[in-house]
C-alpha cells in the first residue's frame, strides 16, 4: 500500500467550489483509503495499492463525474514530498519573502515554464527535480509577480500547479503519517 499526495489545480477559486467533505465522501466509491484533505486548497493525501499513474486517472474521474469539474491533478508519492521539500533551499517561514514549489504532472511543461521563468529576470527559482521547481515571491506581493502571472496563464493550466512550501510541509506530514 501506498502513501500518496494529490494536489488539485484551480479548486475552490474562479467558481470551482467544492468542500473537502464532498469530496472526500466521492473518493470512498474509489479504492483508496485513509482519505484525508487538507486546508480548502485541493490538497489530499491517501493510501492505494494503484500506481500513481492510475491513482490520478481515477481521482480526476471521480472528480469529473461527482462534481462535473475537468480536474487537472499532481500525484505524488509521500516520499517524494519529503524528498521534494528537503531539497528546497528556500525557508518555509520568512517575513519578507514566500517560498512556493511548482508541481507538474507534465515535465516538459513544467521545462517551458521554468525557462520562460528565467527569461523573465529577476525570478529567483531553481529546479528540484523533473516535476518541482521552487521559486520565490515578495510577501503581500504573490499574484503581482511576474512568474506568478506567468504560470497562471492558461496554458500551464492542465499540467501545473503551485502550492506554498508551508502547505508542502503539512502535505508531507499528513501523508507520511499515513
Not at 69 to 95: G, I, M, N, T
Not at 143 to 152: G, H, I, Q, R, T
Request: charged share 25%; proline share 4%; net charge neutral.
Amino acid at each position: 500500500m501506498e502513501s500518496y499526495a494529490i494536489f488539485l489545480r484551480g479548486i475552490n477559486v474562479g467558481g470551482i467550489n467544492i468542500k473537502m467533505a464532498d469530496l472526500k465522501a466521492a473518493l470512498q466509491d474509489h479504492p483508496f483509503s485513509k482519505v484525508k484533505t487538507l486546508l480548502a486548497s485541493g490538497n489530499v493525501v491517501l493510501q492505494s495499492e494503484l500506481s500513481a499513474k492510475d491513482v490520478k486517472a481515477r481521482f480526476e474521474k471521480c472528480l469529473r463525474d461527482s462534481f462535473d469539474y475537468d480536474a487537472w491533478v499532481v500525484v505524488l508519492s509521500a516520499q517524494r514530498v519529503a524528498e521534494l521539500v528537503d531539497a528546497c533551499p528556500y525557508p518555509a517561514d520568512d517575513k519578507s519573502m514566500h517560498s512556493y514549489i511548482t508541481l507538474a504532472s507534465d515535465t516538459a511543461m513544467l521545462d517551458e515554464l521554468f525557462a520562460a521563468g528565467e527569461d523573465l529576470g529577476g525570478v529567483t527559482q531553481v529546479r528540484l527535480g523533473p516535476e518541482a521547481s521552487a521559486w520565490l515571491a515578495p510577501a503581500g506581493g504573490t499574484l503581482d509577480s511576474p512568474f506568478s502571472k506567468l504560470s497562471a496563464k492558461p496554458r500551464y493550466k492542465a499540467g501545473t500547479t503551485t502550492r506554498n512550501l508551508r502547505t508542502l510541509v503539512k502535505v508531507r506530514d499528513a501523508a507520511v503519517a499515513l
